[in-house]
């Protein structure tokens, strides 16, 4: 089931950050809760997101790639469709991490446990690195907080 409003892309006060308030009734339609993960489309582009909830609103993050990328600025006018997102969340975690958390008795298993945002997060710091030598430093790093050593 999806559900399609118009609003206008909010800009926060004194900052680059944007976003996009959900009308309860919107959220009512839903039905999926508080913070549900959902699908959004914006002028043809679609990502995925939770809803987030701030001061008793619901909204829809807009970060500046995902503006750049829907043609969308601040007080731009939208229709935004939004989807429950049902699908797994997976992160495709590189052969050399992999193999260095496979390596130490438990990791592999902790690692899949995490939630979707903290895999992503060690994901992301590693691929970040600009550096072999680097990179080889973070993995380490990931698998020590993975293995609580």
């Keep these: 089931m999806s559900v399609t409003f118009h609003t206008t892309v909010m800009k926060a006060q004194n900052k680059n950050a944007t976003g996009i308030s959900i009308p309860e009734e919107v959220m009512t339609t839903l039905a999926g809760g508080k913070k549900p993960s959902v699908s959004v489309t914006l002028n043809g582009y679609t990502y995925r997101t939770p809803i987030a909830v701030m001061g008793g609103e619901y909204l829809i993050p807009?970060?500046?790639a995902r503006?750049?990328?829907s043609?969308?600025?601040a007080d731009d006018p939208v229709e935004v469709t939004l989807a429950l997102d049902l699908a797994p969340r997976t992160?495709?975690?590189p052969a050399?991490?992999?193999t260095a958390l496979y390596?130490?008795?438990g990791a592999v298993e902790r690692f899949e446990a995490l939630a979707f945002s903290k895999r992503k997060e060690f994901v992301r710091q590693v691929e970040d690195a600009k550096t072999q030598e680097t990179r080889?430093?973070?993995i380490a790093n990931v698998v020590t907080?993975?293995?609580g050593v």
Excluded: F
């Design 71 to 73: 043609g969308l600025k």
């Design 103 to 105: 390596e130490q008795e």
């Design 145 to 147: 907080q993975i293995s």
């Design 62 to 64: 807009l970060s500046e």
């Design 96 to 98: 050399d991490l992999h």
């Design 67 to 69: 503006r750049q990328a």
């Design 136 to 138: 080889l430093r973070r």
């Design 91 to 93: 992160v495709e975690v």
